[in-house]
């Protein structure tokens, strides 16, 4: 699978290395929102929209990660959106229609759980798209991308990567724990049996799709620490990197009362 097969699933945090990296990044991610919607300070200057996609394996972790990034936000200053299938009315129209009215505006910040990749994915290997489609559909996924790129947005992407093993062992843990369980579907299941499809899917999107302005970031994610840690390292590096480019400096933050 190319770039994905290069990925070092063993990486791990301990307990306590990750506790440590993640409040000090949840901290730093809390500032850099603020400062990015223009209310740490007052000054009202709005910074880029930042959109977060979360694409991987079931039971890779999307919603632990997700958790994570939200955890030190207040409820009003991110929104998360989760896309399923599309409905009898979306499929009247155009596969990209129905995520425009939840992209974020300048200030703003909105997650993805799932997103357009379905086209190349679920749709791809399902059947629910044509080959005509689905193969259209990686120029057409980069065209919007780069549109909403030009206007400002700052678009993260994040395929949560997990080998086979670990996402058996997570479906079996699953079925054993009652407030869990209504995460494992018999789809799930089907999708496992399909897995050769499926990567050969991933890959191609991520080959075709990986671009300088709306870039993958691939996640190690068979430890659920290591890829939580990383993922919220990874955006308080590019809100940093997006709010410089954009003439926004960040203003200094009081210290600590000891």
């Known amino acids: 699978m190319g770039r994905l097969d290069a990925l070092d699933l063993s990486l791990s945090l301990s307990r306590e290395e990750e506790a ?17 919607g223009g ?5 009202g200057r709005l910074g880029p929209p930042l959109l977060l996609l979360f694409e991987g394996w079931d039971a890779s972790g999307k919603g632990g990660a997700i958790k994570r990034v939200t955890t030190p936000m207040d409820p009003r200053h991110v929104r998360v959106k989760s896309f399923a299938a599309p409905t009898f009315d979306e499929k009247r129209h155009h596969f990209l229609s129905r995520f425009w009215d939840q992209l974020p505006g300048w200030g703003g910040m909105a997650i993805f759980d799932r997103s357009w990749y379905g086209r190349v994915l679920v749709e791809r290997v399902e059947g629910f798209a044509t080959e005509e489609q689905w193969r259209r559909g990686y120029d057409e996924i980069k065209d919007f991308e780069r549109m909403i790129a030009d ?41 496992r049996e399909k897995r050769a499809e499926y990567e050969e899917a991933v890959r191609e999107m991520v080959d075709r799709t990986d671009t300088t302005w709306a870039p993958w970031t691939l996640v190690e994610a068979d430890n659920k620490r290591f890829a ?6 990874t955006l308080n590096r ?6 410089v480019e954009n003439g926004i400096e960040l203003p200094p933050v009081a210290p600590k009362k000891k």
Do not use: C
Not at 20 to 36: G, H, K, S, W
Not at 156 to 179: A, D, G, M
Not at 228 to 233: A, C, G, L, Q, S
Not at 238 to 243: N, V, W
């Open 20 to 36: 440590l990296r993640l409040e000090e990044a949840q901290e730093r991610l809390l500032y850099l929102r603020l400062v990015a």
């Open 39 to 43: 209310i740490f300070d007052g000054s």
């Open 151 to 191: 206007e400002g947005m700052v678009l993260l992407k994040f395929w949560l990567h997990i080998s086979h093993e670990e996402q058996l062992r997570r479906f079996k843990s699953r079925e054993k724990e009652p407030l869990k369980r209504w995460k494992l579907t018999d789809e799930d299941w089907r999708n």
């Open 228 to 233: 939580r840690v990383k993922v919220i390292e």
């Open 238 to 243: 590019r809100i940093e990197q997006a709010l």
